[in-house]
């Protein structure tokens, strides 16, 4: 166990809708990344908050939002879904913002039918 | 561009055959490189991180090694237990901007047979 929590776990829903990810990171730890894994693309970086500010962005969507709360559990918005939209989705959490080991949570799997 | 290369894409091994995975890197200054282990349908289960050429870490029976260009992870003696995807990653240097951006590879997938 990583200490990293999301949920829901499963997550199925239709194209054009919009879901909510939830993550808490670990205890302690002030850096959040989301990532997106599919079977072609692997495991890909979409964006990274740090003691709630916004830190970095990689390939997201702008369908796709995110935000880091004072508690520093973090969620990631995905609206106007598509059938490529189905995937695993990790939240990974860090101490600081950079360098240290990132630790992933179970991952929610998304299914847009 | 920085990328991360794994060979082999899958590998079978019997239990006890030793061998070692590949993981080839280009990226502009490295701040770090990190081996993870994913079961599927879990999340990667972090193993080792590496900072600067000539470094190596253990941990049972895997062990990591890096150098300016790639890094290995050795897997003695093999256990079916020891059947996942082994994943690298690659943290780049960003300048001013000092991101924690993992850049992945697309793994090797272990099977130990017993």
């Known amino acids: 166990d990583s200490g990293v929590t999301q949920t829901p776990k499963h997550l199925i829903t239709a194209t054009g809708q919009r879901v909510t990810l939830r993550c808490s990171p670990r205890?302690?730890?002030?850096?959040v990344y989301w990532y997106q894994q599919s079977l072609d693309q692997g495991l890909q970086f979409l964006i990274q908050?740090?003691?709630?500010?916004?830190?970095a962005k990689g390939n997201i969507l702008e369908r796709f939002s995110a935000q880091q709360f004072p508690d520093l559990h973090s969620e990631l918005n995905l609206s106007s879904l598509e059938l490529g939209d189905s995937a695993l989705y990790f939240c990974?959490?860090?101490?600081?913002?950079?360098?240290?080991?990132?630790?992933f949570g179970p991952g929610t799997r998304l299914l847009v039918l | 561009e920085d990328q991360v290369t794994q060979s082999p894409e899958a590998l079978r091994l019997q239990e006890g055959e030793s061998s070692s995975l590949n993981c080839s890197y280009t990226?502009?200054?490295?701040?770090?490189l990190f081996w993870y282990r994913q079961d599927p349908g879990k999340g990667p289960e972090f193993l080792f991180t590496?900072?600067?050429a000539g470094e190596e870490k253990e941990k049972e029976r895997l062990k990591a090694t890096l150098t300016k260009k790639e890094s290995f992870l050795h897997i003695t003696a093999p256990k079916p237990e020891d059947s996942a995807t082994y994943l690298c990653?690659?943290?780049?240097?960003?300048?001013?901007?000092?991101?924690?951006?993992?850049?992945f590879g697309q793994g090797t997938t272990l099977q130990v047979k017993p």
């Open positions: 990974a959490s860090s101490p600081g913002r950079y360098q240290e080991t990132q630790y």
């Open positions: 908050y740090y003691n709630g500010e916004e830190r």
């Open positions: 990226v502009s200054g490295l701040r770090g």
């Open positions: 590496l900072y600067s």
């Open positions: 205890s302690g730890d002030l850096s």
């Open positions: 990653a690659v943290q780049a240097l960003w300048g001013s901007s000092n991101t924690g951006k993992l850049i």
